[in-house]
């Protein structure tokens, strides 16, 4: 079964200090993770995925097939930064996209000045 | 370019009514989803389309149905409402199998 779990419902942090939110997923088959953001009365937005390799807004995401993790990384947290994030799966079967992206329940970020 | 446009923004029912939530996308994607969000469950996949005329089911399809006529919408539609879908609905598109979801504002539906 697909399945997206992230631990932690609040993880406050203090300005500057080093953020980690974790995901770990449940599949068999060859998948596709995501980052998304929902800023406070903002759409949900794309963040990053994994096979973009990318760094966005300090943010990096490494998929760990062994552990089956996608930890959301940033080495010094912004106020800004303070949102809910959800870690996203998109599993791949029989050579094409299950087109069913399964969403994680989401970490609120807080940002302490 | 508007994007992805739910309407309406918020909704307020009785239990039993009927009532259709809109999407509409003008960036020309395929596929179209509505997700559910709940506090402590995130976002639930109710139904999804990957084209006109192609729908399938999500992971909480009971008690909505969906229709994609066009390429453009995809409606929501709540036969007969209950208390337990008072939600945050939202739409989502996107190009294609493999490319970023795009979500609209939400809807915010009440059911008493």
């Known amino acids: 079964a697909q399945r997206v779990t992230q631990p932690e419902k609040l993880l406050s942090v203090f300005k500057g200090a080093p953020v980690e939110l974790k995901c770990n997923y449940s599949?068999?088959?060859?998948?596709?993770l995501f980052w998304y953001v929902q800023y406070s009365r903002q759409r949900l937005q794309l963040l990053l995925r994994?096979?973009s390799r990318e760094s966005i807004k300090g943010f990096t995401a490494d998929l760990n097939k062994g552990e089956t993790s996608f930890h959301l990384k940033k080495p010094f947290a912004q106020e800004e930064d303070s949102a809910m994030y959800y870690c996203?799966?998109?599993?791949?079967?029989?050579?094409?996209?299950?087109?069913?992206?399964?969403f994680g329940t989401g970490t609120l970020l807080a940002v302490q000045p | 370019n508007a994007g992805v446009t739910q309407t309406p923004k918020f909704q307020v029912l009785k239990t039993g009514q009927s009532m259709t939530l809109q999407c509409a996308q003008d960036?020309?994607?395929?596929?179209m989803s509505w997700y559910r969000q709940d506090p402590g469950m995130g976002l639930r996949l109710i139904h999804y389309?990957?084209?006109?005329?192609?729908?399938d089911q999500g992971e909480v399809p009971n008690g909505y149905n969906v229709s994609r006529s066009t390429t453009e919408d995809f409606p929501l539609r709540l036969l007969s409402a209950a208390p337990s879908q008072t939600s945050v609905y939202f739409c989502?598109?996107?190009?294609?199998?493999?490319?970023?979801?795009?979500f609209g504002n939400g809807t915010r539906l009440t059911v008493t």
């Open positions: 960036m020309n994607h395929e596929y």
């Open positions: 994994h096979i």
């Open positions: 989502a598109s996107s190009r294609g199998q493999d490319s970023p979801l795009h």
């Open positions: 996203a799966l998109r599993g791949y079967l029989y050579g094409g996209a299950t087109n069913k992206l399964i």
């Open positions: 389309s990957v084209g006109a005329g192609i729908t």
């Open positions: 599949y068999s088959g060859s998948p596709e």
